[in-house]
Nanobody, 117 residues
Framework: QVQLVESGGGLVQPGGSLRLSCAAS????????MGWYRQAPGKQRELVAR???????NYADSVKGRFTISRDNAKNMVYLQLNSLKPEDTAVYYC???????????WGQGTQVTVSS
């Protein structure tokens, strides 16, 4: 069982920045593929960024160059730095842990990011 707890969301003006954090329970964090997804009202949940156990990252085209995903295996933490935020980035952001061996996904409860002037 893996529990994920997100924090760091909030209201920010366009062009601003936020840092989201996700704390994970469990003893095998270092082997999980971690990711951030988001879901805006009336839209499907979409991938924002992922990072493998080895540190390889990939991003949605809409956030490349603006968002950065990172992880600290010693602390069981994954982060998402959001820069140059746009109103279209407004969504609930979810932390995800993917267990490759079982093809199973764990999700956090989500944190709201609102970009508005």
């Amino acid at each position: 069982q893996v529990q994920l707890v997100e924090s760091g969301g909030g209201l920010v003006q366009p062009g601003g920045s936020l840092r989201l954090s996700c704390a994970a329970s469990g003893s095998f964090f270092s082997i999980y593929r971690m990711g951030w997804y988001r879901q805006a009202p009336g839209k499907q949940r979409e991938l924002v960024a992922r990072i493998t156990s080895g540190g390889t990252t990939n991003y949605a085209d809409s956030v490349k160059g603006r968002f950065t995903i990172s992880r600290d295996n010693a602390k069981n933490m994954v982060y998402l730095q959001l820069n140059s935020l746009k109103p279209e980035d407004t969504a609930v952001y979810y932390c995800n842990a993917h267990i490759i061996a079982t093809n199973y996904d764990y999700w956090g409860q989500g944190t709201q990011v609102t970009v508005s002037s």
